[in-house]
């Protein structure tokens, strides 16, 4: 491999602990990098090499459409694993011409999973008990919280318990809901009710909605999202819960008063990306290695295990239905940014609307997500 080129060392710094097979070419196609999922995987090859180089200029006219700067999906055959998809993303120069290429493979579409039948009965029989049995009492507990929270609402002392028992149960149903999740991955259950939306708009009322939490909850936050409306195919109730891992993750791990936490939304002719930004405690190199890992969680003030640790897991497989990517970039001391690019999906004619905000809804994604560091109001 090359000397990696000054435009590349953001990127590389950014996907280096992705989960998602990635690669860095230069502008003759000779690969440059590639990260840690790339290196662990039997299809992170490039295919008919000359030397370093990538040919494929015949059938695909690959470089006229990496030079004409627009994002798109190569399928390639692989022996080994099947179909791979490359995902081809241009950099271009500040003149408009092609620097090098940043690259994302996924060697099959969404998340599928084949443990043996043992396995799944091992694993989803136990979770769905729990499941079970931690639901009902939950929504009993809620209900008569409402009915107290009426009945008690002039005493302050009595209204604060009564705020901490909600704030102690919104954890809980956190738990069931992402111990759920994880069962519908292993069993590969987890899959895209897919919608035509306006993501910018969804993402705008989104934002809307946890400003007011972050605010309650003293921290400083901001949002950038663009007006045009950018409309694709998702599962905005599953994206939604990525986005609101992230934000929660920075609120945890980032003091509220000295808080800065961002989100800044870009749309794309392809695709979109966001990005969550905070000035928190950020994360150890070995720690970031291992933060998508399933049921792995840190605490960097203490160094004790905290939360479920599938915040980020569960994120990752979301994204990967969505032929998107996460990736994180973070210094101790310094803060954490999170990246999620979402690629565009063209929908269908017939395809049905989604066009359903948070509104008042008491247990939207949101209010349960980030129960795990700001208590929502009663």
Known sequence: MGELQDWAAPIRAMYEASPVATLILDSELTLQWKNQAAEHCDYAVLPQQEGDGLNLAGPVNLRA?????????????????????????????????????????????????????????????????????????????????????????????????????????????????????????????????????????????????????????????????????????????????????????????????????????????KQVTIVVTDNGFGMQPATLEQAFDRFYSFDPETGAPCGDGLGLYISRMILQLHRGTIALQSKPGEGTTAALTIPVAQPQQDAAFYDIPFGSDPFSNPMVILSDAISPDL
Request: proline content about 6%; glycine content about 4%; some cysteine.
């Open 65 to 269: 459409r990496l030079e004409a700067g627009v994002p798109f999906t190569l399928t390639i055959p692989s022996v080994l694993q099947g179909p791979v998809e490359w995902v081809f993303l241009p950099q271009m120069d500040a003149s408009g011409r092609l620097q090098g290429v940043l690259a994302h493979l996924f060697a099959q579409a969404g998340v599928q999973s084949h443990p043996t039948q043992s396995w799944k009965e091992s694993l989803s029989n136990p979770v769905s008990i729990f499941n079970n049995q931690f639901r009902t009492p939950l929504s009993q507990i809620f209900s008569v919280l409402d009915l107290l929270r009426t009945d008690y609402q002039q005493d302050p002392a009595l209204s604060q318990h009564l705020q901490r028992i909600n704030w102690c149960c919104f954890r809980m149903l956190r738990t069931v809901i992402n111990f759920s999740t994880d069962s519908k991955i292993l069993e590969g259950r987890l899959q895209p009710n897919l919608l035509v939306a306006d993501l910018c708009r969804l993402v705008r009322l989104l934002c809307q909605d946890v400003a007011g939490m972050l605010e309650q909850g003293g921290y400083s936050f901001s949002y950038d999202v663009p007006e045009e409306p950018f409309r694709t195919l998702c599962d905005w109730d599953l994206l939604s819960c990525a986005i609101c891992n992230l934000l929660s993750n920075a609120c945890k791990f980032t003091p509220p008063e000295h808080s800065r936490i961002s989100l800044k939304m870009e749309a794309f002719e």
